[in-house]
Every structure is written in structure tokens, then in C-alpha cells.
């Protein structure tokens, strides 16, 4: 009985202490958007052209432009054929291309305990803490390359989809990381099927 | 006759007349209501309406304080404060932006309400021989909140100041009476606020209350 009764309070004083930061699970976890353009109609499509460079920013400055990893271009290949799609090797025999970018921030921070939430009692002297860290996100999009864009003008985009703090690059883990979140996204864009699936 | 017989005869009058002298002098055992209560309580919430929204879990954070002083026999006013938070982490929760777009992660979320409100309350039965004390209340007053969001490293919070009634029904168990009274105090509480931030409106949860109460 006497154990049962500190097996309840344990319980309760577990419920009661937790829930005041984030897990892991969330503050190292991965954003997935995904986004049709407006009244897209993916089922006439067929033919897909995979860009081979994906483009680089780096703290919103662009770098030179990099190899897209083979194992990244299977994947997106392996992924499209499974919505009906079928790889070609140029842009001008394609219905729709593939590209990507690759972003690569520097976050700095600080945090303040001179807030009415902590009663402000980290206003003087300044308690807080302060850091850096660095974060990678990665974004695809889908052009429509059946027509030519107008004078001046750009090509349509079908679908835009990102992989948020994924941590993605060209090199080692980065590049699992970035198959992770490529995965994600396709998991989560099922409206790219074409008819010749369906 | 006996002397001890002689004896009994002439105490026994003797002492059922001073019994009743004897209690009105001693005092302790008068009934006299109590003036001044205090209930300190762990408090657990379901969050409902939009709340229930954004945090479906249960709260097992909460505690409250509040001093209760009789005006009259039956009611009593006085303040209260309390706190609850409501916390939760999804691992994965879509959310459809305005742009039409889909996102899709893990999210942390709570909330905290910490009220200071003013209060009344109305006891049905308070003989002298009751040792459950049933009552009804209300309280009215202000109500400071914070919500914070976080999904991978991308946090935002809003804070506030709003307003917030709260009626309740419990009920007093005491389990010592004397000139200080200690009982087990029991109570349901819904809170209405206006608090709103994100997808919420008018922050609104029943709040069940276990503590000790002190009257004297």
C-alpha cells in the first residue's frame, strides 16, 4: 500500500516538473513544407528532368553552384517513377524540372532572463546566455518547362516543397540528411501523381 | 445509615448542579463560526473549447492559494491566486498555411494562466457539528498569461494581461475543529478568460482541486 502511494506521488511530481522545454524530438527535428501551385493538374505530366547542380546560399549569400550527390538523384527518381513520372536526360524533352537549393545559416542567440516571465530578475546585472549554431535547410522546386516563359519573364512553378533544419549538404552525413528530408517531402506530396498511376 | 450512602446522596445533587457552570466557563467547547479561512491546493485542467485546440492534454501543473474572510455567517470574500500551465509535444502535426501549403513537424507547445482574482463564496451548512462544509463561488479578476510555440529551432511567444471569471463548487472536509479548523478541501472550477493568441479565443478549462484548508 505504502509503495503503491509513492508510485502515485512519483507520478505526479513527474507530471508536475516536465514541460518546460522542448524535447529533442522538436528543438532537432525536421520542418517539411509542401505546396501545389494554384490549380495544378498533375496528371497530364510525364517527363522529368533532375537538374545535376543544386543551388547554394550561405548566410543569404550565394556560393557557387554544387553536384547534386548521385544517391540524391536516384532517390528523387526511384520517388517520381512512383507518381508516374519518367526521367529524361535534357530540359527540352521534359514536361517539368527539378531543382534544388540548399541553405546554410548561422544562427546566433541570446537569451535574457529580464523578462516579466522570470520577474526580471536577470536585469541587472544582464544574466542571459548567448551562442551560435549552425542549420542547413534544403527546397525543391518543380518548373514547368512545356512552354517558354514570356520576354523578361520566369517559368512556372508547379510545386515548391522544403526540408527545414535537415542539415543537408553534398558531403557525408549531410547527404543522408538530406535523403531524409527529400523522403519526407514525398511522403507528403501525394497530389504529384500523375494519371499513369492512377 | 451508611456514611458512604449519606455521602453519595448529598454529591449527587451537588454535581449534576455545577456540570453546567462548569462547561459555559471552559469555553474551548463553544461553537464559534470561523472568520478567516485559507486553502492552499495542487490543481489538475482540461483545457476545452479552442484551448483544447492547441493543448489537448490534461494539466497536471497547477497549484492555488487563496484567503477566504466571512462577511456573514454563510459568506465569505476574499482573494485567490493560481497557476496552471498546459503543455504538449506533438511529434508530427500538420498544419495548412494561408498560402494554401502544407508543414508538417514536431511541435512543443504550452501555456501558462496565472490568475489573482477576487472572490465570493456561499457555504450551505454551517452548524457547528458539520464536518463537511459544502459551498458555491465565484471569482472575478485579472488574468496574466504566456504561450510559446516551438518547432525545430523556430520558437515564438505572446504574453498578456486579460480578464477572467470563475465560478466553482466545492466542498470543506475537516477533519480537526477546535479553535483552529483543518479539513481536506475539495473543488471544480471553470475558468472563462478572454485570453487569445494564435488559433485561441477566449482560453476557457475546468480546473479540479485537492488541497489542505486552515480556518480560524
Not at chain 2, 134 to 158: H, K, L
Request: glycine letters at 10%.
Amino acid at each position: 500500500m505504502d509503495t503503491r502511494r509513492w508510485l502515485l506521488l512519483a507520478a505526479i511530481a513527474a507530471q508536475g516538473c516536465g514541460g518546460y522545454y522542448a524535447p529533442d524530438s522538436v528543438t532537432f527535428g525536421t520542418v517539411i513544407y509542401t505546396q501545389a501551385g494554384p490549380g495544378v493538374d498533375f496528371k497530364p505530366l510525364r517527363k522529368l528532368f533532375i537538374d545535376p547542380t543544386a543551388d547554394v546560399f550561405k548566410d543569404g549569400t550565394q556560393q557557387p553552384s554544387v553536384a547534386v550527390p548521385s544517391s540524391t538523384v536516384m532517390l528523387i527518381n526511384s520517388r517520381m517513377a512512383a507518381y508516374g513520372y519518367t526521367s529524361v536526360g535534357t530540359p527540352d524533352a521534359a514536361d517539368v524540372g527539378v531543382r534544388l537549393t540548399f541553405f546554410n545559416n548561422t544562427v546566433s542567440y541570446y537569451y535574457s532572463y529580464c523578462s516579466i516571465y522570470w520577474s526580471y530578475y536577470g536585469c541587472y546585472p544582464y544574466w542571459g546566455y548567448a551562442g551560435s549554431y549552425s542549420t542547413g535547410s534544403v527546397a525543391q522546386q518543380m518548373l514547368d518547362l512545356r512552354t517558354n516563359p514570356p520576354p523578361g519573364g520566369s517559368r512556372t512553378v508547379l510545386w515548391l516543397s522544403a526540408a527545414y533544419a535537415v542539415k543537408a549538404g553534398t558531403s557525408g552525413d549531410a547527404v543522408n540528411n538530406l535523403n531524409n528530408g527529400l523522403n519526407q517531402i514525398f511522403d507528403q506530396s501525394t497530389f504529384l501523381k500523375t494519371s499513369a498511376v492512377q | 445509615m451508611n456514611p458512604a450512602r449519606i455521602l453519595s446522596v448529598v454529591a449527587a445533587p451537588l454535581l449534576l448542579a455545577a456540570w453546567p457552570a462548569s462547561a459555559q466557563d471552559s469555553g474551548w467547547s463553544q461553537y464559534r463560526p470561523v472568520s478567516t479561512l485559507f486553502n492552499l491546493g495542487y490543481q489538475i485542467s482540461q483545457p476545452i473549447g479552442s484551448l483544447h485546440g492547441y493543448v489537448t492534454d490534461t494539466s497536471f501543473r497547477g497549484i492555488m492559494f487563496d484567503w477566504r474572510s466571512r462577511v456573514s455567517k454563510d459568506i465569505s470574500v476574499g482573494l485567490r491566486f493560481s497557476w496552471n500551465r498546459f503543455s504538449q509535444s506533438y511529434s508530427s502535426l500538420t498544419t495548412t498555411t494561408n498560402s494554401g501549403g502544407t508543414l508538417v513537424g514536431p511541435v512543443f507547445r504550452f501555456m501558462d494562466q496565472l490568475p489573482l482574482e477576487a472572490i465570493v463564496h456561499y457555504y450551505i451548512g454551517t452548524g457547528s457539528d458539520n464536518t463537511i462544509t459544502p459551498y458555491v463561488g465565484f471569482g472575478i479578476g485579472g488574468v496574466w498569461s504566456n504561450s510559446y510555440q516551438q518547432t525545430a529551432d523556430i520558437a515564438n511567444s505572446q504574453n498578456g494581461f486579460y480578464f477572467i471569471v470563475s465560478p466553482e463548487v466545492g466542498a470543506v472536509i475537516w477533519f480537526v475543529k477546535g479553535a483552529t479548523n483543518v479539513g481536506l478541501n475539495l473543488a471544480v472550477t471553470y475558468h472563462f478568460t478572454t485570453i487569445s493568441f494564435r488559433n485561441v479565443s477566449d482560453a476557457q478549462s475546468f480546473a479540479e482541486t485537492i488541497g489542505i484548508a486552515f480556518a480560524y
